[in-house]
């Protein structure tokens, strides 16, 4: 019984340190997609509008709620450095099954749980990131923002 209680209380801990993040949607999508709210651990700037700060070498737990305005049998994810020409994240896994249930069906909420680790070579400073979640048709299916971080050393 003790170890339950544990659980439950470490499962809040976690829960109320996760922050709402400001967010923006991309300019140019198709907006099959309403992002309802985004989240990023141990963001305590969130409160005050501003970037996350996260240590480089250290990993970023993200994420966020969408609702799709379509019905697919996948989804792929795709994280970028979004400046004049978006920088794809390499390595990162693009099925984003793996962070969400599928099928992904219309008008129903979904939770995106994201790890993003930070290499210690990236460069300190702030950086838009975008992400990018697409059903089948790329073209019709797309869930795209835009929120801001802040690398640190």
Do not use: H
Request: hydrophobic share 35%; charged share 25%.
């Amino acid at each position: 019984m003790k170890v339950l209680g544990s659980l439950v209380i470490l499962a809040l801990v976690g829960i109320s340190v996760a922050e709402v993040a400001k967010f923006t949607y991309c300019q140019n999508t198709v907006g099959d997609c309403k992002v309802n709210e985004v989240r990023i651990n141990n963001c305590p700037e969130a409160v005050s509008g501003e970037p996350c700060k996260i240590k480089r070498g250290r990993s970023a737990e993200i994420e966020f709620d969408f609702t799709p305005d379509f019905d697919s049998p996948t989804l792929e994810g795709r994280l970028f450095w979004a400046s004049e020409i978006d920088i794809p994240l390499v390595g990162m896994e693009t099925d984003s099954c793996k962070f969400t249930s599928c099928p992904i069906v219309k008008n129903e909420k979904r939770t995106y749980n994201f790890t993003l680790p930070i290499s210690r070579k990236f460069p300190a400073g702030t950086y838009d990131v975008k992400w990018r979640i697409t059903g089948t048709k790329p073209e019709q299916e797309e869930c795209c923002f835009l929120t801001q971080i802040k690398l640190t050393k």
